[in-house]
């Protein structure tokens, strides 16, 4: 019989630290209820000054900020744009509803993010058919960074803008520069299971103080600038309110400790299993700091004597939550017969979600609770 008498184990949960509630009064005692305000403004200068680029933008979702970045880019109809393909849909259902067509490119296995010889290939054929892409998606995936030195120069020597996902990955650095720096635009989100939360949110940044501010206007319904309501094109209802920034601003104040008490899980759960035959941690190249948002883990079924699914059923038994891997893109229904560019011809992002497995990785996780995991996943990789 599962048991589940014990308090359940969430796979990352929001961690509050108390001081969100003096700024959520501050917001009321104010009445900056709504619309926007002056946590909103102080929020985008401390997210800027801290992903260390000249402006920031609000916004209700991360989602929201990877739309406004492809319409900046002017990305529309039919316009080709190339994607890691192990991520979360969010990264780019938005500009393929925006009528553009996404390439999926492949991870490499040390970072398991955009492999740069996929990568190569898909600008290659690009360069032959002449088909050039807009832009380029990378994300850095649970929070790992991307090998950017491979990655940005490639692109940029083909002319094309990069747009950086960093939702998972705030914090993390590579070769000790933040992630959400190195496009034309990066993104983070704040959604509820993100490293730190607003319960709900983004924050779009860019070093290009002008892009931001047509990103401002878009973003609050595209009104020109004249007494009444007048549009010249359309925009979007997606900025940020004053109260979430409000927790957005003593979120921010925790982030290094979020990012060390996320490491440590990481360390103990490292300590404890990676010596099982068959397990094998995400890598942290030696070029990058991973915030570990999430700790993920693949198991070699032929060495384990278990999958990933069979530990994801025993955890639950225990009322554990636990995840496989993204699904990969180019395997999804939805991007049926979209073009994919493997690793040296190989689908690692593909074996990656076969075996993969995400743990409970919350900065809320108590080392009681994390024994529980421990426990299970101990008894399953036993042999
Ligand atoms: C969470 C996430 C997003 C979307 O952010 P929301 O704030 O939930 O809209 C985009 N990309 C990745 C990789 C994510 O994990």
Redesign the pocket.
Known sequence: MPDKSEARIYLSSPHMGGEELLYVKEAFDTNWVAPLGPHVEAFETECAAYAGVRSALALS??????LLASRLLGLGDGDVFFCSSL??V??LAPLVQSGAKPVLIDSEPDSWNMSPYALKEAFDDAKQSGAAPKAVML???YGQPCDMDELIPMCLSHGVPVIE?A??SMGSLYRGRTTGSFGRFG?Y???G??IITTS???MLLSDDEEAIVKARFLSTQARDKVPWYQHSELGYNFRMSNVLAGIGRAQMKLLEKRIEQRRAVYRRYHEALSGKPGVAFMPEPDWSRSNRWLTTMTIDPAAAGTTNMSVIEALEAQNIESRPV?KPMHLQPVFEGTRFYGHRGLDISGALFKNGLCLPSGSNLTTEDQDRVIEVLSMKLSG
């Not at 979702?61 to 990877?66: D, F, L, N, R, V």
């Open positions: 979702s991360g989602t929201a900020a990877a991520t979360f969010a990264s994300v850095n995936l996902d939702a998972e993104f989100s704040f959604n299971n993100k709900g949110g983004g993204w």
